[in-house]
């Protein structure tokens, strides 16, 4: 969501405001967590990458997952393993097997957010 409101929203304040009130409802729902501020923080940067990018692509998605991955699992390092570099290792290491599910998530949705997007522009905001 992030990424896609940084590539289409024209007013850019709005492609950080959307994905970060979502996320503050939802955290109001399911309870924040240690690692929020980590959470919000990568939510930034993937609406700068979408911002930067200007579209869209394997590419973008790709690198906006990177990033959420090596964001958030930074906070888990901080907050619960040993403040060294076998620590650090071994967090991102035990954090592979749920990024996988986590890319396949954003490719799906990405996609989902775009053609979605892309079909009702062209059904309902057809200009003259």
């Not at 749920?98 to 949705?109: A, C, H, K, M």
Request: charged share 10%; with cysteine; net charge positive.
């Amino acid at each position: 969501m992030a990424l896609f409101s940084g590539v289409y929203f024209t007013n850019k304040k709005y492609a950080f405001i959307i994905p970060m009130a979502a996320m503050f409802l939802s955290d109001l729902v399911l309870g924040f967590s240690s690692i929020s501020l980590f959470v919000y923080a990568a939510f930034i940067l993937v609406g700068y990458i979408g911002i930067a990018s200007k579209k869209m692509s394997i590419k973008t998605i790709l690198l906006s997952s990177i990033s959420f991955f090596v964001i958030t699992n930074f906070g888990v390092w901080l907050l619960a393993y040993p403040k060294s570099l076998n620590g650090l290792m071994e967090c991102y290491t035990l954090a592979i097997p749920f990024f996988r599910n986590s890319l396949i998530g954003d490719f799906v949705f990405s996609g989902v957010l775009y053609y979605g997007f892309e079909f009702v522009s062209r059904k309902y905001l057809k200009t003259a």
